[in-house]
Nanobody
Framework: QVQLAESGGGLVQAGDSLRVSCVVS????????VAWFRQTPGKDREFVAA????????YYGDPVKGRFTISRDNGKSTVYLQMNSLKPEDTAVYYC???????????????????WGQGTQVTVSA
């Protein structure tokens, strides 16, 4: 069973930066699509960012485009999300997820992924 462990969340002020990380219990992330989603109470899980199995291109949700950057280190089996210019509306639990059968057209769909972490809380104060 593949396990994911997020870290790096916390409480920051609006305008600050934060990087969250996700270590995946596989030898290499090569061949896996990786993504971040976020969720607030009472709302559906929202797509944040993803990279395809080939890792050649990154995709972003409109609310975070230009502020967040997803990256991956296949050898370290780690996924990162760099978050800049944070806003109070970015407050959420951030989830890391991976899948080795995700096609490009499904990268933004949380149902396409097989394995999920427990989430890390990010809180942005005004």
């Amino acid at each position: 069973q593949v396990q994911l462990a997020e870290s790096g969340g916390g409480l920051v002020q609006a305008g600050d930066s934060l990087r969250v990380s996700c270590v995946v219990s596989v030898r290499s992330l090569s061949g896996y699509a990786v993504a971040w989603f976020r969720q607030t109470p009472g709302k559906d899980r929202e797509f944040v960012a993803a990279m395809s199995r080939t890792g050649g291109y990154a995709y972003y949700g409109d609310p975070v485009k230009g502020r967040f950057t997803i990256s991956r280190d296949n050898g370290k089996s780690t996924v990162y999300l760099q978050m800049n210019s944070l806003k109070p509306e970015d407050t959420a639990v951030y989830y890391c997820t991976v899948g080795n059968r995700v096609i490009t057209s499904s990268l933004r769909s949380h149902t396409a992924y097989d394995y999920w972490g427990q989430g890390t809380q990010v809180t942005v104060s005004a």
